[in-house]
């Protein structure tokens, strides 16, 4: 019996769509501007003068513009402080599998690096870059939910100079409500566990309990928007303030504010993109954290190295091989993935247990027959 001819139009259409699919994306697009306020209450009133003097009494109030395509898991988002060199600012994006965030700056000689450049698993955009932050939790972060099973997700702050493997992948929860006409937070907060977490100059990383009352925990930031409007073609939030928090000195604060962000949209619409539009171009000169191997079995977590090609990478690229197994003294092809190493676990339990009923049976037999 031969299918309906509408059903074979639709099934025609629906292989179709799918075919559009790689070459073209529907999706959304927010552009804006954005304001930071460094706090200075909690901060030594001689590093405030020095930092005054050093790079102006503007440093603490700085302005930003901001644009943002999200289609699902995929995003891109580009930020440039207003005053600062074309050239310079934060590209960050991801495929669903991969991010990469890219901060660009201007070449101080020719031949030295331009930009500097985080690759790793996942869908969150590096730690340091804090200019990023307050778009991707807008825009982005709540169609990714189900990447951070039981509401966890790692820390959306600079760790310092001595960032770790462990501290990356240290999660902390996180509380939301969703706006359900746009499908975008309302409000949002990052939950620090009471926690103090650090590598040590020698290498040893540290867990130590923070002092009461900071030992049960705190709140590191806050998304938080009041109002829904409709800006180009989609409704979208009025204006967004960010908020980022640590323990306070003085003894009736509990926590004190670091800096607030106030992020609005001045433009919005949907948009087509091709699938290859959600990684950031490489630049000419590249300092490059590889994290990718961050996962494998054993785990690398930065492998560190300057492109020059123009050309990302790829993960089985035989130079980043090379360097794994260098800093694991692991032999060739033994970069495995969590996933694979599973797999690899899951066979040989199989296979195990195979040759174990094989073995009972031959004993049952020869029993029967001996008896």
């Known amino acids: 019996m031969k299918p309906p ?5 639709v099934v025609a259409a629906f292989l179709l769509a799918a075919a559009a699919g790689s070459t073209a994306i529907a999706g959304r697009y927010y552009a804006g501007s954005m304001n930071c ?39 891109a988002i580009s930020v440039h402080r207003q005053g600062a060199d074309q050239a310079e600012g934060y590209e960050a994006g991801s495929d669903g599998e991969t991010t990469y965030t890219v901060g660009r700056v201007k070449a101080a000689a020719p031949g030295s690096n331009d930009s500097l450049a985080v690759i790793e698993n996942g869908v969150m955009p590096y730690e340091s870059s804090l200019p990023v932050h ?17 509401n966890k997700m790692p820390m959306l702050a600079a760790m310092g100079a001595s960032d770790s493997r462990e501290a990356r992948m240290a999660k902390y ?10 499908e975008l937070f309302s409000s949002f907060e990052l939950l620090n566990d009471g ?30 928007i009041h109002a829904f409007k409709v800006v180009g073609e989609l409704l979208g939030p009025s204006e967004v303030v960010y908020e980022r928090f640590k323990p306070s000195s003085k003894k009736e604060k509990n926590v004190t504010l670091v800096e607030r962000w106030k992020l609005s949209v ?9 699938t290859l539009f959600w990684v950031p171009n490489p630049s000419a000169v590249m300092d490059i954290k590889d994290r990718r191997f961050a996962h494998s079995v054993p785990p690398v977590f930065s492998i560190n190295y300057r492109l020059k090609s123009g050309k990302w990478l790829p993960r089985e690229d035989a130079f980043l091989i090379k360097q794994y197994e260098s800093a694991t003294g692991a032999q060739s092809g033994s970069a495995r993935s969590p996933k694979g190493f599973r797999r690899v676990l899951a066979l ?24």
């Open 134 to 150: 307050p778009v991707w939790l807008t825009f982005c972060a709540p169609s990714l939910l189900r990447f951070f099973p039981g």
């Open 266 to 274: 001045t433009s919005s619409y949907t948009t087509n993109l091709g």
């Open 348 to 371: 040989s339990f199989i296979g195990l247990t195979t040759v174990a009923f094989c073995f009972l049976l031959w004993r049952n037999r020869a029993h029967l027959v001996h008896s």
């Open 37 to 75: 306020r460094t706090a200075t209450d909690d901060l030594p009133r001689q590093l405030v003068d020095d930092l005054s003097r050093q790079r102006g009494t503007n440093w603490f109030d700085q302005h930003y513009s901001w644009s943002c395509r999200i289609d699902g898991v995929q995003w």
């Open 5 to 9: 001819q509408s059903a074979a139009i």
């Open 195 to 224: 926690f103090i977490r650090e590598t040590l100059r020698d290498g040893r990383f540290i867990v130590i309990r923070r002092d009461p009352p900071h030992d049960s925990g705190f709140v590191m930031s806050r998304l938080s």
């Open 173 to 182: 929860e996180f509380r939301y409500e969703i706006e359900p006409r746009t």
